[in-house]
């Protein structure tokens, strides 16, 4: 057997506690560095979150402008015309008024006047017309009695003259000048062409015996060529026409002579007719024609149904639609016969007008403002129906509605 000594361990001594060379208290200013660098991560953390917020909260934004920009649907303003500056009158009464300079054109049996925009009267002549016409030309305005005897031009300024005719009078054309050509019936024959100068001189009378009735007639921008656009029916065909005659200043007067005759193989009428410089544009119902080489042939555009054509500097503004119960559709060329601008714009055509450089169309309750190059500068929502506008000076647009005169800006 074997005995075993037990010792009790003495409590008195203190243990040793373990040496760790390699491990040493940290000096107050490394505690200092590190808290600096955990508030620069945060700062940073904190800021990118901001940052990323903020981007979102843009993005959002620009989703929202974008979204209301094309519930728009090119709708620059909706326009109460009751509240724009004019003056306000009956229905009965707006049917009388053109825009026209800085005001309106009142046309009655018995009057013409010229209104400023509150509707004052600045100057009025006498008149007996029994179907008194209006038609503004750019800084003038011819009124005439269509089948009636008389008619007269004048500017912002007061009238110029009041002529008398020989036959009826079916329709007037002035030029950028303020030459006066008159379209007029006769019993003798097809029709005539009564050309005036500025100051109201009966310089030529132009008779159509075998080129059949005139249509309508145009100048060229310098008054020095008039054409007429005839239709000949007295054959088993029809026969379209176009005689382009010269106006020369001599000393004695002017002079108008032939210059030139077209015609097409083409069973056409051509209805309207204008000059784009010196270069002659013929229209029919449904087609474009020009004068090229000394040839009138038709141009390729494809217009079927051709409504309004308005020239608008160098450039032609063309309404046409593609047939019965199609949305109707403009289209611009360019002096260089280019189409910059076809596109459809509405349902019901009620008026177009055309200034210094601007161009305008009224249709369906809107109103498309085009400068010449074929952009829309404007788009505008109206609450009244619109009965015609024109451009007044300034470019300002004026519209006579069912309600009054009223200018949008």
């Known amino acids: 057997m074997t005995c075993r000594k037990k010792y009790k361990m003495k409590t008195n001594k203190k243990p040793e506690k373990p040496i760790n060379k390699n491990v040493s208290k940290p000096s107050d200013k490394k505690k200092e560095g590190g808290i600096s660098q955990s508030v620069i991560r945060k700062g940073l953390t904190i800021a990118v979150m901001i940052f990323a917020a903020l981007l979102i909260i843009s993005i959002a934004l620009i989703f929202v402008v974008s979204k209301k920009i094309d519930s728009m649907s090119g709708a620059d303003a909706q326009i109460k015309l009751s509240a724009q500056g004019g003056f306000s009158c009956e229905y009965s009464e707006a049917q009388k008024l053109y825009p026209y300079a800085d005001g309106v054109i009142k046309i009655t049996s018995e009057r013409i006047a010229y209104l400023n925009l509150s509707g004052t009267e600045v100057f009025a002549q006498a008149v007996s017309y029994q179907n008194p016409q209006c038609v503004t030309f750019g800084e003038y305005v011819a009124v005439f009695d269509r089948d009636g005897y008389n008619f007269t031009v004048l500017d912002r300024d007061g009238v110029w003259f009041s002529k008398p005719t020989q036959n009826p009078v079916k329709s007037v054309q002035m030029s950028e000048d303020g030459f006066t050509a008159v379209i007029c019936g006769s019993d003798e024959s097809f029709g005539e062409v009564v050309v005036y100068d500025k100051s109201g001189n009966q310089i030529a009378v132009w ?20 054409a007429v656009s005839t239709i000949n029916t007295s054959g088993a065909v029809i026969v379209p026409y176009i005689r382009v005659f010269s106006i020369q200043k001599t000393n004695k007067g002017y002079e108008v002579d032939d210059y030139a005759v077209y015609t097409t193989e083409d069973n056409v009428i051509f209805a309207s007719i204008c000059y784009v410089g010196n270069k002659l544009c013929c229209f029919t119902a449904n087609g474009f024609y020009e004068v090229k080489d000394n040839t009138l042939s038709r141009m390729d555009t494809g217009f079927s149904a051709i409504g309004y054509v308005k020239k ?7 309404t046409y639609s593609d047939g019965v119960s199609q949305l109707n559709k403009l289209a611009i060329i360019n002096s260089s016969d280019s189409i ?5 714009i509405g349902t019901n055509i009620i008026c177009v007008a055309q200034g210094d ?9 809107r109103v498309f403002v085009f400068n010449s190059s074929g952009v829309i500068t404007n788009d505008y929502s109206v609450d009244e129906d619109i009965i015609r506008m024109n451009f007044l000076s300034g470019n300002k647009l004026c519209v006579v509605s069912t309600s009054g005169v009223h200018t949008i800006t």
């Open 312 to 318: 608008v500097g160098n450039n032609l503004f063309i």
């Open 357 to 365: 450089g601007y161009y305008a169309i009224n249709v369906d309750k």
């Open 207 to 226: 008779t159509s015996y075998n080129s059949g009735f005139p249509v309508c007639c145009a100048f060229n921008g310098d008054s020095s060529l008039i």
């Open 340 to 344: 910059i601008y076809d596109s459809n």
